[in-house]
């Protein structure tokens, strides 16, 4: 059963002060940080992504197969609906896909720690091109409500998906658009211009 995926991303230019915002704040550590490798799936035409759809295979301390839906979008907090359960094999999980007709369109990487706080789902990324965070909640008042309890502004929420973010990167660097992984962008400056976004933790 699908269930609606409901949250709000925001870059964050102290991702330190952020992070001693959360614990002052009371919510609760639920895995440290780790390495995520994230593969991204489609059709030959790009079906999918033509869709606004999203096929993924992760892996971290487990191996997620991941679906998500169209999203509607609100006041920066996007809702879709989600599929995601374990699998036991990554790469016969990637056999499976590709069997059935799917291809490995992009890869990506993201070191990735999570907490609980308030009924909220909440981690802080830290990407190749900077750091992160996203809120999921049951609603949106509930997804608004910690962004301004963390001191963070609602208005710089950011709708576009990570691989969009890099694609903006791509087109000021030459890199390739399919490969955000920490070896690729080693040693390349990056600003917050250069993706086209505003820090959210500088009111």
Do not use: W
Not at 166 to 174: F, V
């Amino acid at each position: 059963m699908a269930k609606q995926e409901i949250e709000a991303k925001f870059y964050v230019q102290s991702p330190e002060q952020v992070q001693k915002r959360l614990v002052s704040a009371g919510a609760i550590l639920v895995r440290p940080r780790i390495l995520e490798t994230n593969l991204r799936f489609d059709t030959p035409q790009g079906h999918l992504q033509r869709n606004g759809q999203v096929l993924r295979l992760r892996q971290d301390n487990a191996i997620h197969l991941t679906y998500k839906g169209t999203s509607q979008e609100t006041d920066g907090i996007l809702s879709r609906d989600e599929l995601e359960f374990e699998v036991e094999n990554f790469e016969t999980a990637r056999a499976f896909l590709e069997a059935l007709g799917y291809m490995v369109v992009a890869v990506y990487e993201k070191y990735r720690a999570a907490y609980e706080m308030s009924g909220c789902h909440i981690t802080l990324d830290e990407l190749p091109y900077g750091t992160f965070i996203e809120i999921e909640g049951p609603d949106p008042d509930s997804v608004q409500r910690l962004t301004r309890d963390l001191g963070l502004d609602p208005a710089k929420a950011i709708v576009t998906s990570y691989l969009g973010l890099h694609r903006r990167l791509c087109a000021k660097h030459p890199l390739d658009p399919t490969v955000l992984t920490f070896a690729a962008l080693a040693g390349i400056s990056i600003s917050a211009s250069d993706l086209e976004i505003e820090p959210a933790d500088i009111i």
